[in-house]
């Protein structure tokens, strides 16, 4: 039980933290900046532990310092993490859905019609803002008025690609 | 004893290496549609964890059933809650779907133009609109649009729209 309730402290202080930066700055790059302040946090909280000298203790319960232990919390946290970046990506991006049903929940009662609905939900909206993010995110440059992927932008296109292959799935999109 | 809790700590990732594995099967069988798959994979590590921390349990002294086990379903539940979307982001992402084409036209790249010409917002929407209409979350009458049924989308929106204005101080990206 000491891995868990230790493991939700070290993701309640990286969550604090995280929240007091952005109320400071947003970030540029918002996504690696997280990645930096949750993963320093799960170091230095596990070498603490490890040590014995974490300054909090919560209900008596000894640290997890075992190495079986320290596994738990990282894998925990790395897990809980991860997830967060997930959900976080569509904070910091609108899905077209929630765009969709945004729009149309903003009409009621009345409803909206299709051809001003059709003729809100542009490119400018839906796809050149993602564009520019390829460029922000340094996943493609632009060389001649093209993008061209970056060998980071070639990783994820490969990965994606191979993996729904395995799946025999189609492009999606 | 050491090899034991050392199993112990590695059950979250073999549940879901479990429901990585019997995804993919499911897949390339063709027995389950992708959403339905998802779901029935994600229960079977889950399934797999339980086993394995009630049978760890029994045999090694010193490891608690009950706390083990939630902190493994736990862990657990947040690896396959990350596979989840990694397959989702596969499936729907926009930026994951422009990667590919350019990837797919080599090393030239593409022109705004090019990519908008095979990948625009007519396509997500018809796709998008055609997901929520045959879902019952929105209807199409007389020629409008409303929202309808059980205001699932309504919930996640709202959810979402409260983590917007809480981390980044703005209902939408582009306020």
């Not at chain 1, 000491?2 to 947003?26: E, Q």
């Not at chain 1, 170091?43 to 320290?70: M, T």
């Not at chain 2, 490891?63 to 086990?69: A, K, N, S, T």
Request: charge should be positive.
């Amino acid at each position: 039980m000491n891995s868990l309730i230790y493991t939700l402290l070290l993701l309640c202080i990286a969550f604090a933290v995280h929240l007091t930066v952005w109320k400071i700055r947003l970030p540029h790059r918002q996504t690696k900046v997280l990645l930096l302040i949750f993963f320093s946090t799960l170091l230095l909280g596990s070498f603490l532990f490890y040590l014995g000298n974490f300054p909090i203790v919560l209900f008596g319960l000894p640290f997890p310092a075992e190495i079986f232990e320290l596994i738990q919390v990282a894998t925990l946290f790395t897990a809980v993490t991860l997830a967060y970046m997930i959900t976080y990506s569509a904070v910091e991006a609108d899905s077209p859905s929630l765009v969709i049903t945004n729009m149309i929940r903003d009409s009621m009662p009345e409803g909206i019609n299709k051809e001003v609905f059709e003729e809100r939900m542009n490119d400018d909206l839906l796809i050149k803002p993602r564009l520019k993010d390829l460029i922000i995110d340094k996943i493609a440059i632009m060389k001649d008025e093209r993008y061209v992927l970056t060998d980071k932008g070639k990783l994820m296109a490969g990965l994606f690609a191979t993996y729904r292959s395995i799946l025999k799935a189609k492009k999606g999109g | 004893m050491e090899s034991d809790k050392l199993f112990l700590a590695l059950i979250p990732v073999l549940g879901l290496l479990i429901n990585v594995a019997s995804h993919i099967a499911i897949n390339r069988l063709g027995l389950l549609s992708q959403l339905k798959s998802i779901f029935v994979c994600f229960g079977i590590g889950a399934i797999a964890v339980l086993l394995m921390v009630f049978l760890l349990s029994l045999s090694c002294i010193g490891i608690e059933l009950l706390p083990q086990l939630i902190l493994n379903e736990i862990s657990y539940g947040a690896l396959g809650y990350g596979y989840f979307h990694f397959v989702n982001l596969g499936e729907t992402a926009r930026r994951i779907r422009i990667i590919r084409e350019i990837f797919d036209s080599g090393e030239k790249g593409m022109s705004e133009e090019e990519i908008l010409a095979i990948y625009n917002a007519k396509t997500i929407v018809n796709v998008r609109l055609n997901r929520l209409l045959n879902n019952g979350q929105i209807i199409l009458k007389e020629g409008k649009y409303f929202v309808h049924g059980t205001p699932l989308m309504n919930i996640i929106s709202s959810i979402m729209l409260f983590l917007k204005v809480l981390l980044l101080g703005k209902k939408s990206e582009f306020d």
